[in-house]
């Protein structure tokens, strides 16, 4: 595992076992070892609740969430008692950052104790958070309306708050406020409302344009002001109660994570004192608390950050107290929106290597032959008569020397070959940061991870693009270490691609009509001797509805279309069972079949 660096990015969740398998602890540092959950096994059990389960497959580990969310408020309740810091933490999760059902029911119900609420950015999800956040415990957490708003988003909001929740509804451009006012009275619905700053604060790399002050989103201090002074004037400044900043996403230093903080501290403190705000109550720091995927806990990497959630929580909480205390405004309730920190751990995608091929050497390389014939001259030239220079012969015997070892190289198998391994994955649908912002998620086989991965890889895709590959791992390598197939183990050779539960799904695109994953639940279980049990496994969207979703009517445009033909030729026996099986399963590659050839001509 250490090649891997999973010790770096892994820990306390992931490690290896004995028998080289890759491990989860759900738990985090509190299981004991040979309690952890062996990968390979819960694949193997994944194929044998549900036979027709296909790769590629996520699997979810519930118990992982629950202690993300569970550390994300260990460490804002020590942050606070430690600063002595006068009001509570409450958390909300951006819906955005993963929208599937499990995994915002898991949270809310996980976050009850906590008031924990939820974050919503549009309509749709602003509907699936009113429909998550209804028991009773979940009347004080936040509902977050971020977003642009019409008029429909905006009577949803209004709505929110008639049902008992405590939608808030974030001002993203001064016009929202005009739309606000006239939908509550028309439906007799207070509104709560916050506003959001674009901050001077900016963050450096691919999130800082969120930021800064040519941001997209939010009002400058002195808009933020005016929507005061407008409130005011018509009687309704009570409405204003939240403050909401959110500078882009992987925050790399908690210098900044603090300095973001005070700057927006200090525009709520002036709400406040200047502007009669006092009824304002919560600051919201948006999202942003980064993760490490690299393992290198670097501000310089811009795929890591140089804090963990202890320091990130601290920061705010001190810089939000010194503000607060200088302004003598009373300390807000803290807010943030952490999403990636919350699920990004929780679930790895797991792929199928179909076969690997040796990469072919470039045109102009010489052949063993070609190289022989050039050894034997440079060889010849330098034991020429001593007439000729020194420095000739010296040329010569160097070039013979170097030559003679790629030959020896090239015999012996090359260390320097890349390998394509051919994957049962569309780097479109399954990992699309790493098409679209070239973003590297940590991989690693599963299995042998006691055995030397001897082949420098990289991975091709199933789509017919040639962006469709992965050539950039974490440590900026070009290649992934990897162990050659084993046509003794009938295939099964897979990797799983780590802390890739947060973006990937929603972001997700349908090129060549390759769709989502399988996906698998697994929950601990003391009872069960492999401490593990699959709660659920359910395919991803089959072949039809891929199709469906491109406007086709696909029984009478597709099958209709083929049967009228099949049957005119007198086919339709055979053709009629392909296009059934086509169409009901996922339009990945399904291994028995493509086994039995492909793994025959491994090199
Ligand atoms: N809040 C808002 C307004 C966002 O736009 C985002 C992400 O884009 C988030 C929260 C979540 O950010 P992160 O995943 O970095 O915590």
Redesign the pocket.
Known sequence: GGLYNIQGWGAPYFTVNMEGNLCVKADGQETKAGQEMDVLHVIQAAKQKRKDIQFPMILRFPNVLKHRLDALHAAFHTAISRTRYTNTYQGVF?V??NQNRAIVHDLVCFGHAYSYGL?A?SKPELLIAMSCLTKEANSRAFLVC??YKDAEYVRLALSARAIGLNAIMVLDMEEELDIIIHQSSKLGVEPVIGV?AKLLTKIPGH?GS?AGKHGK?GLPADRIYEVAKKLKGLNKLHWLKLL?F?V????PTTELVAKAATEAADIYCTLVNKYDAVEMTTLDC?????IDYDGTRSADSDISVAYGLEEYASSIVQAVRTTCDKAMVSHPVLC???????VSHHSMIILESLSAIPEPKDDDDDTPEQLRTKIQHHYSASNLPTSTAVMDLQKHGIEAYKLAKKLSKRIAGDANTIYNYHMNLSVFSLLPDVWGIKWRFPMMPVSRLNEEPTRMSTLIDLTCDSDGKIDKFIGNAETLPLHPLDPERGGCYYLAVLLSG??QEALSNKHNLFGGPSIVRVEKSTAAATGFQIATADLGPTTEELISTMRYNVRQDIVGVIQRRAIEIGVWGMVGEAVHTGLTTMPYLIMEDHAASSWKHQG
């Open positions: 951006p955005k950052v974050e950015g971020n977003g959001r999130y969120t989103f909401h959110h882009g996403s992987m925050i948006g999202g942003g608390l980064g943030t929106e952490s999403g990636q920190a919350m947060a973006y």
